[in-house]
């Protein structure tokens, strides 16, 4: 069974600060799927990384995929409060089909 | 606004209500999604459907029935549910069944049980 494991699962950072979340998954995949949920709100599409060595970047946040160490990485750069968020892997599994099993979260909140 | 809407937003139910929980889809997307989230725990994936049939039930206790009209909508009709079951439901939609493709949730229904 795949599991999907992310840490950390509460991060508290100061606004202007870099730091890294991690999704590791235990078996192979080479798709992965990093949403953000907002309190009371559903969960926005991030990032979609397809493939070995996938990286890409939309303001602060950077994805990337190892599919090698079964990981895949999420940094934030220069944080603000605005990113302030609950934010989840998902991989699928088998690769390339529609389940999606998601990782537990990572509850980010930036302080001004 | 993702296209994926839910009603109602919040409900509270007594074991021996039944209920049912609405999404639907503005985006003309071919599949469609249960989900719960559980406080503390991962997403789990509870229904598929995909062009109105059902492809996929993950083991969901008959306690849950889905139902999609048509490929907009999509229904899950709850009875004599347990307290265990209060949760977030989440619907979603992609094009197809496709992995490479994104889903796209809607805001969720939020289920309390007493």
């Known amino acids: 069974e795949l599991k999907v494991e992310q840490n950390p699962l509460f991060l508290s950072m100061q606004e202007g600060k870099n730091y890294t979340i991690y999704c590791n998954y235990s078996?192979?995949?080479?798709?992965l799927y990093w949403y953000r949920q907002d309190p009371g709100k559903s969960l926005e599409s991030l990032f979609v990384l397809l493939s070995n060595g996938a990286v890409k970047q939309e303001g602060r946040l950077m994805a990337s995929l190892d599919t090698k160490a079964r990981l895949s990485t999420l940094h934030i750069t220069a944080a603000v409060h605005d990113l302030s968020a609950t934010y989840f892997c998902?991989?699928?599994?088998?690769?390339?089909?529609?389940?999606?099993?998601f990782g537990t979260g990572t509850r980010l909140k930036v302080l001004a | 606004e993702t296209g994926v809407t839910q009603t109602p937003r919040h409900l509270v139910m007594g074991m021996t209500n039944k209920k049912s929980l609405k999404c639907e889809q503005h985006?003309?997307?071919?599949?469609m999604y249960w989900y719960k989230q559980s406080a503390k725990k991962p997403l789990e994936l509870m229904f598929v459907?995909?062009?109105?049939?059902?492809?996929e039930n993950n083991s969901v206790p008959s306690r849950f029935s889905p139902e999609c009209p048509n490929s907009s909508h999509l229904f899950l009709h709850l009875h004599t549910l347990q307290p265990e079951d209060s949760a977030l439901y989440l619907c979603?939609?992609?094009?197809?069944?496709?992995?490479?493709?994104?889903?796209?949730f809607g805001p969720g229904t939020r289920l309390l049980v007493l």
């Open positions: 985006l003309g997307h071919n599949a």
């Open positions: 078996t192979t995949s080479d798709r």
């Open positions: 979603a939609s992609s094009q197809d069944l496709g992995g490479a493709l994104t889903q796209y």
């Open positions: 998902a991989v699928s599994y088998p690769s390339g089909t529609y389940k999606y099993i």
């Open positions: 459907y995909s062009l109105e049939e059902r492809v």
